[in-house]
């Protein structure tokens, strides 16, 4: 992420640096142009000395100059200044040789605030020298000329060169230092709000950033941080409002099984000992008998799968041999498949193979997953039972041959009370629970519950649990 900034950064400034080049070549051409239009109005080329020389130096014409506040001085062949009107720069009346081939050589250096027009006329021995205040001037100027000896030309073209060179290096360096120094800033917030995000992505809804910043990333960490609060306030609210439910239903189910259960069990009795009851009367105990198992039920899966989520819910878990275990389950549920009509084969190798489990919660896994087949599925349905390794996991398939899922369900059948339309309903009896359950007990054992299935190719459970040993003791 900085890399880029920063590369984005030093781009922008080099786009910028070579605007500023074409930008100072047009500023260049316009003052150029600007000047080529000045000089047709300035009081220095409106009145050069070339257009007031006379032979006669008094018969000059000095008043427009005088006027626009210059000024006109004529300086004879013995440098002595003999005529001198308006502004006067030379300042005596007698100069030597040397005085005046300097005031020659002055008059056209930099940065006097004057402009010094000096002609010489052949005739009459004398110097014109007209002088106006200088307004505005940049003494700054490239003058090339063919004629120059070449000697000289290479050396001053090279010379300029390498200061070009060196001068353009100069700006690329600065222009990446402070391309660096200006992305670090903004690459070190930004990582700091991603880091901050990260953890809020994890669960973490503490998390806090402080950017060190004033300018709009304060903006953006006041609105991270009252973000996170208000994630924070609102899990908590959700979590324990959510904790309060199970409670309840623990508490509910727990309840209502002893009612539930008096319900069924004096129906029952009614039942066995009424023989002088009318076919109506009888019908409805029998109502009363099937619906309060129902309801009984149900509240024992319910009361299993809040206990599950509850914080007082552990495994007893203890180091078992999962072939041996893994017989004797289904030879606990081969009753219910033979009662159903069903066909089954149970594919377990002799080898012993040892996993850390509660024996008494994973016979609630395969009691429901053959539950379900037998619920769901038609008589002569082909239920398969089978263990193998993957490197360090034990993976058993519970599969069969029947109805089958919707696709698009098979992660939402795992959650409660979920059932698929018009196959699986109410009607069968089903609490919508099992697998529910299920799943939970094999997250609680470290492992995976998954389900493959389509409608019409049945149902394949996938069931993978960590190994604590292949060798048997």
Not at 203 to 229: C, H, I, P, Q
Not at 315 to 329: D, M
Not at 413 to 430: A, H, K, L, Q, Y
Request: hydrophobic letters at 45%; aromatic letters at 10%.
């Amino acid at each position: 992420m900085k890399s880029k900034i920063s590369r984005e950064f030093l781009l922008n400034y080099c786009i910028v640096f070579l605007l500023s080049i074409v930008a100072a070549v047009f500023a260049f051409i316009l003052l150029a142009f600007a000047d080529s239009i000045l000089s047709r109005t300035l009081m220095k080329n409106t009145y050069p000395a070339k257009l007031l020389m006379k032979d006669n130096y008094r018969d000059i014409d000095t008043a427009p100059v005088i006027q626009n506040g210059g000024g006109v001085q004529v300086i004879n062949g013995d440098y002595r200044v003999v005529y001198s009107e308006g502004l006067d720069i030379i300042g005596k009346k007698q100069l030597s040789a040397g005085e005046f081939t300097e005031f020659l050589v002055n008059s056209k250096a930099k940065g006097i605030p004057y402009h010094v027009d000096v002609l010489y006329n052949e005739n009459q021995n004398f110097w014109l020298v007209v002088t106006f205040p200088t307004s505005i001037r940049l003494d700054l100027s490239l003058v090339y000329n063919r004629e120059a000896v070449s000697r000289d030309l290479k050396p001053v073209a090279a010379a300029f060169l390498a200061v070009l060179l060196l001068y353009l290096l100069l700006l690329f360096v600065f222009a990446m230092l402070f391309s660096k120094l200006t992305s670090a800033r903004i690459t070190s917030a930004l990582k700091k709000l991603c880091k901050g995000t990260e953890r809020l992505r994890e669960g973490d809804y503490s998390a806090r950033v402080d950017l060190g910043l004033k300018n709009e990333f304060k903006e953006l960490e006041d609105l991270f941080n009252t973000m996170a609060e208000k994630v924070e306030q609102e899990t908590f609210l959700r979590k324990q409002a959510e904790d309060d439910r199970k409670r309840m239903i623990l508490d509910v189910s727990h309840d209502l099984k002893n009612p539930l259960a008096s319900v069924a069990g004096y129906a029952e009795l009614c039942l066995k000992k009424g023989e002088s009851l009318d076919e109506d009367t009888r019908g409805y105990l029998e109502i009363i008998n099937k619906n309060s198992r129902r309801a009984a039920d149900l509240l024992n899966q319910l009361f299993a799968l809040s206990l599950l989520d509850s914080p007082r819910f552990a495994l007893k878990t203890v180091r078992t041999n999962v072939c041996e275990y893994l017989r004797q389950v289904c030879g606990e549920i081969l009753p219910m498949l033979e009662k159903a009509g069903f066909n089954y084969d149970f594919d377990i190798p002799e080898q012993a193979v040892y996993a850390m489990i509660d024996p008494m919660q994973m016979s609630r896994v395969f009691y429901n997953l053959a539950d379900n087949a037998v619920r769901y599925n038609a008589k002569g349905t082909m239920v398969s039972v089978r263990l193998t390794m993957e490197s360090d996991r034990i993976v058993i398939l519970f599969t069969d041959n029947g109805v089958g899922i919707p696709s698009q369900l098979t992660d939402d059948i795992f959650r409660p009370f979920v059932r698929v339309d018009n196959s699986r309903n109410s009607e069968t009896g089903g609490s919508g629970l099992g697998l529910s359950i299920a799943h939970k007990v094999i997250q609680a054992h470290g492992g995976s519950l998954t389900l493959k299935t389509d409608v019409t190719r049945g149902c394949e459970f996938k069931i993978v649990l960590p190994s604590a040993s292949r060798t048997a003791l």
